[in-house]
């Protein structure tokens, strides 16, 4: 296979793992998957990549690594090539072409070996500036108000020397020397995009450290592990023409590029990690708090971070910090929206339209929104991409999300909610059990626009039977209006109970029925009643579902108090 067969397309996505997936990478990643995904089913040799760019060894985590993957994989955005990850008991990932490691930091040899073919070929050059003397010369540019370009005075000395300098270990890194003629990307959005030799100083492909850069590591790897595509963010466009000088100078065919739109807010900012330590910010300031509320941070840690507009909280802290202020901080990252009870489904749907227009009509004439993953990796293309900005609209995510949850199964909801509490609700998980969860999900799924929204909707059973809130208006009107005859049937309710057995849904509503057929009486004057005596709302769900969840006693001792609620002078009156 070579990056100049037609019917090869292996494309990659290529995380650097210093934090969570953002959602800008989980959009990269699945429109790589796609465009992959595509050459398969059309008959051609289709591959999607996973390589971890672990360079920067100060920033990189094995944690976030396991998080990338972890997100990758719950999005159903899988690698045929890559780190193995199991998961819902399938392997991802493996190294079938034998073009692995894909950890950078293990393919340092493969790097260095390329990089001392550029030295040979005078493609580059080792250069023993201390970072002191290019930062005086930096200072020096800017005072002179010219753009700073390395000014190429390693190159002064004689190669024969240089050589010697470099091979007896004095501290140098090595720059790639740029060509003197333009450089153009063919890009397949945005079009050719050619820039001149001014714009480019001879960068850096070699740290001081030992370690190759982004730019030296990324063209290595894309060209032997045989990447015919590169899809990534137009923040990477800046760096094209160096990877394609890099390129050049080795030899390597260039892979197709295509640069995705930037993703931003409603508000114009752009879509960024540090905007859920804004909002905290905001909240702290509001709440005029000047001491560290948080159990391991410092007064002068937070005192810090609240000044300094760049500094972000780890996660668990900022979530603390948010629990106790009652604020939603923005979700940015992968696992922010899982947290929030976002479905893998709805969010690749919304993720692919943000650059993306399918350009097809459904039979009614409207544009083609709603789609799964089928879908897009039969169709996706460059020509529906946009070349300006994608905004994130969250209210347009959050009504697919509410549809996509109303569409599953019950059983689906059911597993699905629960696990999703298993995760990231102790208390519901400790409240319900998966059957409970099972009977409660044809109520619950059409009521929630996300798996978190599910405990409001059953909020009522979180709550000590002696601390309901009564609603004053929905009581009245259901117990005592005109002739009280919610507040009679309730008393004649209650002594019915024991009855009712066993306590299910199904034995409830039976029982209700048989209820209002004795007394007379129409559904609603019984229904409601009980409804707002055990839950202190006139909206919960159906009625055998509501009393069967919180059980026998609990509806019994809530009965009894909301009758002498309604019979306490405040309410009669
Ligand atoms: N590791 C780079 C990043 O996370 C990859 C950029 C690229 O796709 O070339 O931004």
Redesign the pocket.
Do not use: K, W
């Given at each position: 296979m070579s990056a100049s067969d037609p019917n090869t397309v292996i494309t990659?996505?290529?995380?650097?793992p210093?934090g969570h997936l953002h959602i800008g990478?989980a959009r990269?990643a699945l429109l790589c998957w796609a465009y992959a995904q595509r050459a398969l089913k059309e008959g051609r040799n289709g591959r999607f990549l996973l390589r971890i760019?672990d360079t920067d060894q100060a920033r990189s985590s094995e944690s976030s690594t396991r998080g990338i993957l972890e997100d990758l994989a719950w999005l159903g955005i899988d690698w045929a090539d890559g780190p193995t990850v199991e998961y819902n008991g399938h392997t991802i990932g493996g190294d079938e072409r034998g073009v692995g490691p894909y950890y950078q930091s293990q393919r340092l040899d493969l790097y260095n070996q390329h990089i001392d073919k550029l030295i040979e070929s005078d493609h580059a050059y080792p250069a023993f500036e201390t970072p002191e003397e290019l930062e005086a010369k930096r200072k020096e540019a800017i005072e002179a108000k010219v753009g700073y370009k390395y000014d190429r005075e390693a190159l002064q000395i004689p190669r024969e020397e240089r050589m010697k300098r470099m091979a007896a270990g004095e501290p140098h890194v090595v720059r790639l020397k740029m060509p003197d003629e333009p450089i153009a990307v063919h890009d397949q959005i945005l079009g050719d995009v050619t820039v001149g030799p001014d714009e480019f100083d001879d960068f850096i492909i070699r740290k001081r450290d030992g370690f190759p850069t982004?730019h030296l590591a990324?063209v290595v790897d894309?060209a032997l592990m045989g990447v015919t595509h590169?899809?990534?963010?137009q923040?990477?466009l800046i760096?094209t023409p160096r990877?394609i000088a890099i390129q050049q100078a080795l030899g390597f065919s260039s892979p197709t590029y295509a640069h995705l739109p930037l993703i931003f807010n409603a508000d114009g900012s752009k879509m960024s990690k540090r905007d859920k330590d804004k909002t905290a910010k905001k909240a702290v300031k509001d709440a005029n708090l000047s001491t560290s509320p948080i159990e391991g941070l410092s007064d002068a840690d937070f005192a810090k971070w609240l000044k300094d507009k760049t500094r972000q909280l780890p996660s668990d802290q900022l979530l603390t910090l948010a629990g106790m202020l009652r604020v939603h901080l923005p979700e940015i990252d992968v696992e922010d929206f899982r947290r929030a009870g976002y479905l893998p489904e709805a969010l690749n749907n919304y993720l692919a339209l943000l650059g993306w227009n399918p350009k097809a009509k459904n039979d009614d004439g409207t544009d083609v929104e709603r789609f799964d993953m089928d879908y897009l990796a039969a169709n996706y293309s460059f020509e529906g991409m946009g070349k300006g900005q994608a905004k994130f609209d969250r209210v347009k995510l959050l009504s697919f999300n509410g549809d996509a949850i109303a569409q599953l199964s019950d059983e689906e909801f059911a597993k699905r909610w629960h696990q999703w509490a298993t995760s990231y609700d102790a208390a519901l998980c400790a409240r319900f059990s998966a059957a409970d969860m099972l009977m409660l999900a044809p109520a619950v799924k059409t009521r929630c626009k996300t798996l978190a929204d599910g405990r409001d909707v059953v909020g009522f059973a979180f709550i000590a039977d002696d601390a309901i809130e009564y609603d004053g208006k929905a009581l009245h009107k259901a117990l005592l209006k005109g002739d009280a005859k919610g507040l009679e049937m309730l008393k004649l309710f209650v002594d019915e109970l024991d009855s009712i057995d066993p306590f299910t849904p199904e034995a409830i509503e039976q029982g209700v029925a048989a209820f209002c057929e004795k007394h007379e009486v129409g559904m609603g004057k019984v229904a409601q009643p009980i409804r707002v005596a055990v839950t202190g709302g006139p909206v919960s769900p159906p009625l055998g579902q509501t009393l069967a969840i919180i059980g026998k006693d609990a509806t019994r001792n809530r009965i009894d108090s909301c009758i002498r609620n309604a019979e306490s002078p405040s309410q009669a009156t």
């Open positions: 990659r996505f290529a995380p650097s210093t990478g990269t760019e982004y990324v894309d590169v899809l990534r963010g923040e990477h760096n990877h």
